[in-house]
């Protein structure tokens, strides 16, 4: 069986018509576009590090050298009136050999050929009343001559906010919950203990957000079933944050409000950079960098040993919300 059999070519489709209604709706809530930057990448040898600069090879003196390519489309807004960075991308890349970020967690894979695409954004606002957020869905292809393709879906979306509003959780993670429940009422319990589990910063011992829903290497019920599910979560994206946004992004904020702001995007870029396993996977497999990185906040501080003073609004996001807890 080949890889042609998945029907690729609709889960692409999707995924930019998924992209498109989400920049045509989060343009409408700024106020300003957001920049079209379309790439691609010709099938090149990665350089091996340890091969002093030549390019990777695979098992066995006869192997061929690895390549990735592929391409795709960033749009991207920065210095909005509401979104002080915000990015949507479309990639769609492929190799011969999959990245060590792939195959760590499925090592029987290792050496095949693959192909991945997905959307993934993540929108930081300019209010700190207004939470940071993150989604992606996405779909993954490994091949080998003579066997079926292995293939999976993974994605979620969680929430990340600086001043915590119990009605934006509950509202967040019953609209996750929704767009699961039509495919099994054990998936969002799943789902949401994953996405806890997942998004936690271990070296600081806390939650990156109040989290969401996650899965990966979702294959259950078929190819359609799984499809459906993931086009069902990524669909309910703009119910989940629209009206989130809409409620805080006018909320008159001052210096102390930004500053803390800044401090706890500093715990963004540590778990996107230590332990995102999306953003080793673009690195590892000559993804572009641009894309890759425009999750990051553009404004961040980091202090030694800093905590917010008790009862403040600052602690109580602690004491509140950065815990594991049922939301609905």
């Keep these: 069986m080949s890889a042609t059999a998945i029907d690729t070519a609709s889960i692409k489709t999707y995924l930019l018509d998924l992209q498109a209604r989400i920049v045509a709706a989060l343009e409408a809530a700024d106020g300003l576009p957001f920049r079209t930057d379309a790439w691609e990448r010709s099938p090149t040898p990665p350089l091996s590090p340890q091969s002093g600069g030549s390019p990777q090879m695979g098992e066995g003196d006869k192997a061929e050298p690895a390549f990735n390519g592929g391409g795709g489309v960033s749009r991207l807004i920065e210095e909005g009136r509401v979104l002080e960075r915000g990015g949507v991308n479309f990639s769609h890349v492929l190799g011969s050999q999959l990245p060590p970020s792939a195959s760590a967690h499925r090592p029987e894979l290792a050496g095949r050929r693959w192909e991945a695409m997905g959307v993934s954004l993540v929108l930081h606002p300019r209010n700190p009343y207004a939470p940071t957020v993150h989604m992606n869905v ?64 271990k070296h600081r011992n806390e939650p990156r957000g109040i989290g969401g829903v996650f899965f990966d290497d979702f294959a259950e019920g078929g190819f359609d079933h799984a499809f459906a599910m993931t086009q069902s979560v990524g669909d309910a994206f703009l119910a989940a944050y629209l009206p989130i946004l809409e409620r805080r992004k006018d909320i008159p904020y001052g210096e102390r409000e930004r500053d803390f702001q800044a401090y706890r995007h500093g715990r963004y870029v540590e778990f996107n950079l230590v332990y995102d396993r999306g953003t080793l996977f673009g690195l590892q497999s000559g993804g572009r960098t641009e894309s890759i990185l425009m999750s990051l906040p553009p404004i961040v501080k980091w202090r030694y040993d800093w905590h917010p003073a008790p009862g403040t609004p600052e602690a109580q996001l602690y004491t509140d919300f950065l815990t594991a807890r049922d939301w609905i």
Excluded: N, Q
């Excluded at 996405?138 to 879906?153: H, L, N, T, Y």
């Excluded at 994605?155 to 019953?174: I, K, N, Q, S, V």
């Excluded at 429940?181 to 789902?191: I, V």
């Design 138 to 201: 996405r779909c993954f292809v490994a091949m080998k001559d003579g066997e079926a393709p292995v293939w999976w879906f993974g994605g979620g979306m969680d929430l990340t906010p600086y001043y915590g509003y119990e009605e934006d959780a509950r509202h967040f993670h019953a609209t996750c919950k929704a767009a699961l429940d039509p495919f099994g009422s054990d998936l969002h319990p799943r789902f949401k203990d994953w996405c806890d589990r997942y998004f936690f910063l």
